[in-house]
Antibody, heavy 119, light 105 residues
Framework: QITLKESGPTLVKPTQTLTLTCTFS??????????VGWIRQPPGKALEWLAL???????RYSPSLKSRLTITKDTSKNQVVLTMTNMDPVDTATYYC???????????WGQGTLVTVSS | SYDLTQPPSVSVSPGQTASITCSGD??????VSWYQQKPGQSPVMVIY???KRPSGIPERLSGSNSGNTATLTISGTQAMDEAEYYC????????FGGGTKLTVL
């Protein structure tokens, strides 16, 4: 059974850097073709993909946010970390991490963590 | 950039068939997945690789993809199917549609 759980601050101030951790079980990020992605959802709005990291450390980013995002993995800890710099109130959203068994889709999602950006 | 377009809302009567579309340039050349999201819950994948159903997803949910349009079809719609539905494809990056609110009247 695959599980993922997001953790990090619930409140950040504008201009600060957000660091979120996805801790997972039930799969290994050293398995060929496997990846973990981050997706966010502002309140009442649509899903927005942020970043994806693969088993071989290949990384992909949303073009519109690429300059602000960094995704890394710690295979031994079963964790993926996303950092987003220069946070703004418009970045207020629920942030999800999800398992990516093949490039095209996400078959298991975490419960999400709501991050509010406010001074 | 690659965009996926969904109707904001679709309404259906219980027991009838609901169709939710997702449009994109040459979408039929890409794999499409669909996610169901109920209020306060995380998205759940209901269709992947255009038409495959994960275990536990009812057979009344089906998918197709051809030309510029992918379609999620829900046959014999039930009250429990009321949710937001998102399509998603890969175009050298992950792309989500804007979501469709399915209302079962």
């Amino acid at each position: 059974q695959i599980t993922l759980k997001e953790s990090g601050p619930t409140l950040v101030k504008p201009t600060q850097t957000l660091t979120l951790t996805c801790t997972f079980s039930g799969f290994s990020l050293s398995t060929r073709e496997v990846g973990v992605g981050w997706i966010r959802q502002p309140p009442g709005k649509a899903l927005e993909w942020l970043a994806l990291i693969y088993w071989n450390d290949d990384k992909r980013y949303s073009p519109s946010l690429k300059s602000r995002l960094t995704i890394t993995k710690d295979t031994s800890k079963n964790q993926v970390v996303l950092t987003m710099t220069n946070m703004d109130p418009v970045d207020t959203a629920t942030y999800y991490c999800a398992h990516n068994p093949e490039t095209e889709y996400f078959d298991s999602w975490g419960q999400g963590t709501l991050v509010t950006v406010s001074s | 950039s690659y965009d996926l377009t969904q109707p904001p809302s679709v309404s259906v009567s219980p027991g009838q068939t609901a169709s939710i579309t997702c449009s994109g340039d040459k979408l039929g050349d890409k794999y499409v997945s669909w996610y169901q999201q109920k209020p306060g819950q995380s998205p759940v994948m209901v269709i992947y690789q255009d038409a495959k159903r994960p275990s536990g997803i009812p057979e009344r949910l089906s998918g197709s993809n051809s030309g510029n349009t992918a379609t999620l079809t829900i046959s014999g719609t039930q009250a429990m199917d009321e949710a937001e539905y998102y399509c998603q494809a890969w175009d050298d990056r992950v792309v989500f549609g804007g979501g469709t609110k399915l209302t079962v009247l």
